[in-house]
């Protein structure tokens, strides 16, 4: 955990970590502004914008049986991809053989494994169609130089009816906006270059912008897209302020 500045302390606040499943303090490390990436639970190290997407798995999945991140190693049935190993969304979610958690890294071939850590390329998974009931990112796509390619993927490896969970930065008044140009097929960011940290390199590129025309690119790539908001009682009681988290459904096939 980042070291806090002292000057957001008194902020800090008791609440329950919905990640975690626990009574917790939430650390706030940074400006208001940027809530969703701190209010860290001094537990598990979870960020705002985790426990809301872990709220939001919880509300998708409360009919088959899941009340915490924990329970879906319970249900062998019902699988689940991460694209993370190392956040705390991963620790909750726990080992099981229907759990699979992935990393990419640019030299290991994607299915491949660097140190017993599966390598998945989100542009190329190595997936066989129809295989997961849920699919989580948190922060990823705006790092993809074709985030277009990897929806379809994320699509095409869910089962009928299940759920792409997700986290992006976005702008609620703006169309999306590429940060990069194809030159000869390769993807060339533009400068001055935004870098997003990130927990294995340090620092890396950011190639999109997403704003409100992304409901419609998913929904015509065949997900049911709706936009969770954190209201000021969740932010109260489980430390989402400011979050907001995507729910795409890929759609069922007709009867
Ligand atoms: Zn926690």
């Given amino acids: 955990m980042r070291l806090p500045r002292i000057a957001y302390l008194w902020r ?33 190290h979870s960020v705002a914008r985790h426990r809301h997407l872990a709220l939001c798995v919880m509300d998708a999945f409360s009919s088959r049986g899941i009340a915490s991140l924990g329970d879906f190693s319970k249900h062998p049935g019902m699988t689940v991809f ?11 979610l726990g080992k099981g053989g229907n759990i699979v958690c992935s990393e990419y890294f640019d030299d290991v071939e994607p299915g491949g494994s660097r140190d017993g850590v599966l390598c998945q390329d989100l542009h190329r998974l190595t997936f066989p169609d129809d295989s997961f009931d849920l699919v989580l990112s948190e922060d990823v796509f705006e790092h ?6 990897a929806f379809s993927e994320v699509l095409r490896v869910l089962k009928p009816g299940g759920y792409h969970i997700f986290t992006i930065p976005f702008f609620f008044d703006r169309k999306t906006r590429s940060l990069f140009d194809r030159v000869d ?53 489980f430390g989402t302020f400011n979050c907001f988290t995507f729910v795409a459904r890929k759609l069922p096939r007709p009867e």
């Fill in 185 to 237: 097929g390769r993807a060339v960011l533009r400068e001055p270059v935004e870098y997003h940290g990130d927990p294995i390199r340090g620092q890396i590129p950011c190639y999109t912008h997403f704003g409100y025309d992304l409901n419609d690119q998913l929904s015509e790539a065949g997900f049911e897209v709706r936009v969770e908001i954190s209201d000021f009682e969740q932010g109260c009681r």
């Fill in 144 to 149: 993809l130089p074709d985030y277009r390619k």
């Fill in 12 to 44: 800090n606040r008791t609440g329950r970590c919905t990640v975690c499943g626990k009574r917790t303090l939430f650390i706030f490390i940074e400006a208001l502004e940027t809530v969703r990436n701190h209010a860290v639970c001094l537990r598990c």
């Fill in 82 to 92: 991460n694209t993370s190993t190392r956040s705390s969304i991963a620790r909750a």
